[in-house]
């Protein structure tokens, strides 16, 4: 099974800043079955990065993925008050689809 | 648009089995573009994959619940449903469906969720 470990645990910054989300695979992972997702409260998951790199339907350009390998990367290059929540990594390697435990994305 | 829309009792007895039911509307669950899967999050907790099916009735399961899951497909209702036997206290979680394209990882869109507790 491979682990997804996601850091920080928590990141605390303010609007109008950078944010940089890591994702680190325990074994190497297929740059197709990498996925990030935004979770509000009280909200399903929204799919924003497949692919590693590749935007969903809708996702402004301001979110990016990044890596290859056991290391992956989303980016928010400038946040905005919606931005606020908890992001997820995801992985396929046959036969099990495994998430990161989360990063929470608070106001400074 | 494609929605996704799980129904079922939000409230299990232990040892029981619990099953919910994904209603997929805007799109037919018939294509073999996608497949369909299952997820839950117990409360303040991460995401725990289930299990998925394609429309041929092709079913992968997380193996940590294999032996309990079972997902199945109705093409005339466009619906699938999740069955999970011999319940427990830690089975009580939001249970989510979701939609995910074949060769690609990322479920969209995703149903909203229902909590499902499991409590005598």
């Known amino acids: 099974e491979i682990v997804l470990t996601q850091s920080p645990g928590t990141l605390s910054l303010s609007p109008g800043e950078r944010a940089t989300l890591s994702c680190r695979a325990s074994h190497s992972v297929s740059s197709s079955y990498l996925a990030w997702y935004q979770q509000r409260p009280g909200q399903a998951p929204r799919l924003l990065i497949y692919?590693?790199?590749s935007r969903a339907s809708g996702i402004p350009d301001r979110f990016s993925g990044s890596g290859s390998g056991t290391d992956f990367t989303l980016t928010i290059s400038s946040l905005e008050p919606e931005d606020f929540a908890v992001y997820y990594c995801q992985q396929y390697s046959s036969p099990l689809i495994t998430f990161g435990q989360g990063t929470r994305l608070e106001i400074k | 648009q494609v929605q996704l829309q799980e129904s079922g009792p939000g409230l299990v007895k232990p040892s029981q089995t619990l099953s919910l039911t994904c209603t997929v509307s805007?799109?037919?669950?018939?294509?073999?573009?996608?497949?369909w899967s299952w997820i839950r999050q117990p409360a303040g907790k991460g995401l725990e994959w289930i299990g998925r099916?394609?429309?041929?009735?092709?079913?992968s399961y997380n193996p940590s619940l294999k032996s309990r899951v079972t997902i199945s497909l109705d093409t005339s209702k466009n619906q699938f449903s999740l069955r999970l036997s011999s319940v427990t206290a830690a089975d009580t979680a939001v249970y989510s469906c979701?939609?995910?394209?074949?060769?690609?990882?990322?479920?969209?869109?995703w149903g909203q969720g229902t909590l499902v507790t499991v409590s005598s």
């Open positions: 979701a939609r995910g394209v074949r060769g690609l990882l990322g479920f969209d869109p």
């Open positions: 099916i394609y429309a041929s009735g092709s079913t």
């Open positions: 805007g799109g037919s669950i018939g294509s073999g573009t996608y497949y």
């Open positions: 692919g590693a790199s």
